[in-house]
């Protein structure tokens, strides 16, 4: 298993564009997670999928977000109308049910808004 | 509502010191304290991981303890390396299995 990946790595938009992030957890792992690090911050709770149900959001999750987990296995994040506020790491994790307090990091996506 | 707080932000030594980084939470009722590392650009890599139950957890070099009554954590680096440079997060873990994370410690050991 190669771990998290995530994709791209780096985004550079101009602002009111749309962006796509996508997450592949580790492969059967049920629980997965967004968050969003700002610069000299630690990572900020978005939204957490069980499976293909998202199951939690944050207040943090405007309107112009969304997640999706189609088949329970990866998932995107779609950003719209983005704004130089959004410019974040955005860090996706996954973890077991059987071992949930244990969560994978995959490297993220470091998106600009310019 | 948790709130975890790590001091101090930044942090130089020399290499071979002893170290140690702090964390505090405000609210004791956790199921775990995790620490990770994250290297610049990067994502996170889980050091040690400590249930609410436990006073300590140890992995080669590292040592983290966990007080709840106190709502402290600390994580202790023995013979640093410049390889140790990085930036170092705490979190809290609650029922739910979601992370509250401290803004972190940025530590640099110079050779």
């Known amino acids: 298993d190669t771990g998290v990946s995530q994709n791209p790595r780096h985004k550079i938009t101009k602002r009111g564009q749309n962006v796509t992030f996508r997450c592949d957890p580790i492969s059967e792992h049920n629980r997965l997670y967004w968050y969003r690090q700002t610069l000299g911050q630690g990572p900020e709770f978005l939204t957490y999928?069980?499976?293909?149900?998202?199951?939690?959001k944050s207040r943090l999750l405007s309107d112009r977000f969304s997640a999706e987990r189609p088949k329970g296995s990866f998932s995107t994040l779609e950003i719209q109308r983005t704004e130089q506020g959004d410019s974040a790491m955005y860090l996706c994790?996954?973890?077991?049910?059987?071992?949930?307090?244990?969560?994978?990091f995959g490297q993220g996506t470091r998106l600009t808004v310019v | 509502k948790q709130e975890v707080t790590q001091i101090p932000a930044a942090l130089s030594v020399p290499e071979g010191e002893n170290l140690v980084l702090n964390c505090s939470f405000t609210d004791s009722a956790i199921y775990n304290l995790q620490w990770f590392r994250q290297d610049p650009g990067k994502g996170l890599t889980s050091l040690l991981l400590i249930q609410s139950s436990q006073r300590e957890q140890t992995s080669g070099r590292l040592n983290a303890s966990l007080d709840k009554s106190s709502g402290r954590s600390t994580l202790y680096i023995a013979a640093s390396q410049p390889g140790d440079s990085a930036t170092y997060l705490c979190?809290?873990?609650?029922?739910?299995?979601?992370?509250?994370w401290g803004a972190g410690t940025k530590l640099i050991i110079k050779p």
């Open positions: 979190a809290s873990m609650d029922s739910n299995y979601q992370l509250i």
């Open positions: 994790a996954s973890s077991s049910n059987y071992r949930a307090a244990e969560a994978f």
């Open positions: 999928f069980q499976n293909e149900a998202q199951l939690e």
